[in-house]
């Protein structure tokens, strides 16, 4: 099989104007009778029909490039025969076991310890949780309590971690906190490695890490406001708040700041794992060694799964005991199937040398852009996870929510996928399926190209 294969050949395609009157029509029952907390229709008026590879195509034979691979979800392409095929075989035999041990859920748990780093292989536990990312890190705050006796918690300004209220409790986004209460007590945010937008106004070279030596400060201080606390989680390249990538040293540091002192770290990998930024974890690319790993979104290969991996010595401590963590889904069987093919697929097909040669291709075929734009601050991305951050003004560095969702509007009309986020919601954000060939890359990185000059050109903030 050759990814070629995957896709529709002839994407893009846009039959008419957007969106056709298939999707309209559904669109407005959708509008209708679901609640109002749908969102992504409603800022891309989408519907659709079904999916191949990198590609969908829409309720009216409309066909786009998928930039953003149903948030990181479908790794390996939408509709994967391979994963299909596993999926299927699975569910001839049965779907459902709660976490009873069967065959499958075996050979992911052997997976999954198998693509750690050797510091860390066959030396931590696998326990898995409900089918979504946030499940993941409800699990992890509660492990992290109940191996510390402690309640307070660390995360960093940017960070997303679910809905959940544990997990959105971590989570940094203003606009949901101020909504939706009561969340977890003694959530502290510290900065974190932004380069664009650095809180200390320094830059890159001269810096000295200093976001890192801030965390040391604030565990240092008695008089800082706060505790010892339970766990520090962090994603090693951030993903919702906007394709961040820190600077090498910084997890590693932060990392080995908290084993100085005895604070569990977490890597939150759901959106950055499983060979998105060229290797199977993000925090792989600094040499760093997590206490507890959150998984989901490509674990399941597109079907619902999440897990947690923590070291084996906690066990020692005999606090996560029978019932610790409990869900009638924890562990949906054809999910690891889909797990287990989606991990083989990877090794066989090498897909962490594909990910690094297409994701440098793309970013720097975008910095080509960035350079020769009024509107575009900063390209920035390791593997497929990369951020175009959008502004009004590249001196100010002024954010432009505004520019941002035209681009998306105008990529949409001539079909390419692409989803916004960032701290100021500035930030284009491309996740392809990992599986893109290198000429839908090109098509797709050129359709932006014209449309971020055609906002440029029209737009009456620049």
């Known amino acids: 099989m050759t990814f070629e294969n995957l896709h529709y ?27 109002k907390a749908v969102s992504y229709p409603k800022a891309i008026p989408l519907v659709i029909g079904e999916g191949r590879g990198a590609t969908i195509k829409d309720s009216d034979g409309n066909i786009f490039i998928d930039f953003f691979a149903g948030a990181g979800v479908v790794a390996l392409g939408h ?41 860390l292989r066959d030396k931590m536990r696998i326990q898995f949780g409900g089918p979504t990312g946030s499940d993941a890190v409800e699990m992890a705050i509660k492990f992290a309590k109940c191996m510390t006796q402690r309640r307070a918690f660390i995360s960093f300004e940017g960070a ?28 502290h945010f510290l900065p974190y490695a932004y380069c664009y937008r650095c809180p200390f106004q320094r830059i890159p070279d001269t810096c000295e890490r200093i976001c890192a030596q801030y965390y040391d400060y604030k565990l ?36 080995e700041i908290s084993q100085n002192y005895d604070i569990p770290i977490i890597f939150d990998e759901i959106q950055s794992g499983f060979n998105r930024t060229g290797k199977f974890f993000s925090f792989e690319h600094d040499g760093a060694v997590p206490d507890i790993i959150t998984m989901s979104k490509a674990l399941g290969g597109g079907f619902p799964l999440s897990a947690i991996a923590y070291r084996e010595e906690f066990d020692e401590k005999e606090k996560w005991v029978k019932g610790a963590h409990i869900g009638t889904f924890r562990g949906n ?5 889909a797990g287990v093919a ?32 009024d509107i575009i601050g900063e390209v920035r991305g390791k593997g497929l996870m990369i951020g175009l ?74």
């Open 79 to 119: 509709c994967n025969p391979i994963i299909i095929k596993a999926v299927e075989e699975q569910q001839k035999k049965i779907t459902h076991t709660l976490d009873f041990p069967t065959e499958i859920r075996i050979r992911l748990v052997e997976k999954i310890r198998g693509i750690l780093p050797d510091k």
């Open 342 to 373: 989606t991990i083989d697929f990877m090794i066989d097909y090498n897909l962490s040398e594909h990910v690094k040669k297409l994701g440098t291709y793309m970013v720097q075929s975008l910095k080509d852009l960035e350079r020769n734009s």
């Open 220 to 255: 240092n201080d008695p008089h800082s406001g706060v505790t010892q606390p339970a766990g520090t989680i962090i994603e090693p390249v951030q993903g919702e708040g906007g394709s961040i990538i820190p600077p090498k040293g910084f997890i590693k540091q932060i990392q």
């Open 389 to 462: 951050e959008v502004v009004v003004n590249k001196e100010t560095k002024q954010p432009s929510e505004e520019l941002a969702r035209q681009i998306r509007t105008e990529a949409f009309n001539r079909g390419v996928l692409v989803e916004i986020g960032g701290h100021y919601n500035n930030v284009v954000r491309l996740l392809p399926p990992l599986v893109i060939t290198q000429d839908l890359a090109e098509k797709g990185i050129e359709i932006l190209k014209t449309t971020i000059e055609m906002v440029q050109n029209t737009s009456n903030y620049v």
């Open 333 to 337: 069987v054809s999910a690891m199937a």
């Open 160 to 187: 997303y971690h679910g809905m959940t209220s544990g997990a959105l409790s971590l989570t940094s986004g203003r606009f949901w906190k101020e909504q939706y209460l009561p969340l977890l007590s003694e959530i």
């Open 9 to 35: 050949p002839e994407a893009p395609k846009i039959i008419d104007k957007l969106p056709g009157k298939k999707a309209r029509d559904i669109l407005k029952k959708q509008y209708e009778i679901e609640g």
